[in-house]
């Protein structure tokens, strides 16, 4: 008996019906939809402890305070995607910082002392990709050490002092686009550029696959070498942008002054869901992360709690959000 079109349209609804459940499902139980209902909790929870929590003009102050975390999340995703890390970013932000603040201070034109600042970043980038892909060596110890070669030069150029910008970036720190804070919007900018960059070209994919097998992406033909050397230049240049985002809020900096972005982006990337092992994470997920820190910074802020308890739940979140991830693994 010969099955009718109509049986067999039915077959391919009821197919299609299963594929959108389970896209639902694994939609429900991934960690980024969790911390997206963490965030409208303490939405609605917060207010209730402080009003003023819950205004216009207070979330914009969250999101233009965690732009620079935000902007170096998205390094820590860049990499970890691909079985990278990368320690030193918060020693890059520090030397871009200091050298950009030299230029300015020895009257050079901003935009000038901008654009060598983000060609040093980059360049630091591509030593640690350089140096990470052709020792083979494991990329949190050489960038563990790299981290003190890059503070260890900022602090010589700074000689311990303050550098003054002049008011310099007053006006690029202060200007909005409809609206919206420069700091945020160059934080948004740059999430669309990766979501564009790791989902929709060869590269991103490549990466995808380093992160899942490094050694099969090698025998599918991958050069492994060259797109870790490209991945940490990328690295090195987006950190050189957060460092310019930074200084747009400061009115001076000093050598230091990059120090806890490091581990703040590594805090916001696990806890959007982006994994240690590679091959999984997404930058909404790290975005969703910055989010939440940035809402329970502000409401202990605004609760007054102390900033010794602060590091405390700091620490709680990120290695619940550690074991929550690791949950599917525990089950198999």
Request: glycine share 10%; charged share 10%; with cysteine.
């Amino acid at each position: 008996m010969i099955p009718s079109r109509t049986t067999h349209g039915e077959g391919e609804r009821s197919a299609r019906t299963v594929v959108r459940l389970l896209k639902a499902r694994r939609l429900f139980r991934s960690q980024p939809f969790i911390i997206l209902l963490v965030i409208i909790f303490l939405s609605i929870v917060i207010p209730f402890f402080n009003p003023v929590f819950l205004t216009i003009r207070n979330f914009q102050t969250v999101l233009q305070q965690s732009s620079v975390t935000g902007i170096a999340s998205l390094c820590m995703v860049l990499l970890m995607v691909s079985g990278g890390l990368d320690f030193s970013i918060g020693s890059v932000i520090s030397l871009t910082c200091v050298i950009v603040a030299k230029l300015v201070e020895r009257e050079m034109s901003t935009v000038t002392a901008v654009l060598i600042g983000l060609s040093v970043a980059t360049a630091c980038g591509a030593v640690n990709g350089l140096i990470i892909a052709k020792s083979k060596c494991p990329p949190i110890i050489i960038t563990l050490g790299m981290l003190y070669v890059y503070y260890g030069i900022a602090l010589n150029i700074a000689q311990g002092r303050f550098l003054n910008l002049f008011g310099r970036f007053e006006l690029l720190g202060s200007s909005t686009v409809l609206f919206v804070p420069f700091p945020i919007v160059v934080w948004i900018v740059m999430v669309v550029l990766l979501i564009v960059l790791l989902r929709y070209t060869k590269f991103g994919r490549r990466l995808y696959a380093m992160g899942s097998n490094e050694e099969a992406a090698f025998l599918a033909g991958i050069s492994v070498d060259l797109n870790k050397v490209i991945a940490y230049t990328l690295n090195g240049l987006i950190a050189g942008i957060a460092a310019v985002v930074l200084i747009s809020r400061l009115g001076s900096v000093i050598a230091n002054v990059g120090a806890d972005y490091a581990l703040r982006a590594l805090s916001a990337a696990v806890i959007g869901g982006v994994s240690f092992e590679g091959g999984r994470g997404t930058v909404i997920g790290a975005v969703l992360g910055v989010i939440l820190l940035g809402i329970v910074y502000n409401a202990m802020n605004i609760l007054g709690i102390t900033a010794y308890f602060q590091n405390i739940v700091l620490g709680i979140i990120v290695v619940s959000a550690v074991v929550f991830s690791n949950l599917g693994k525990l089950k198999r």
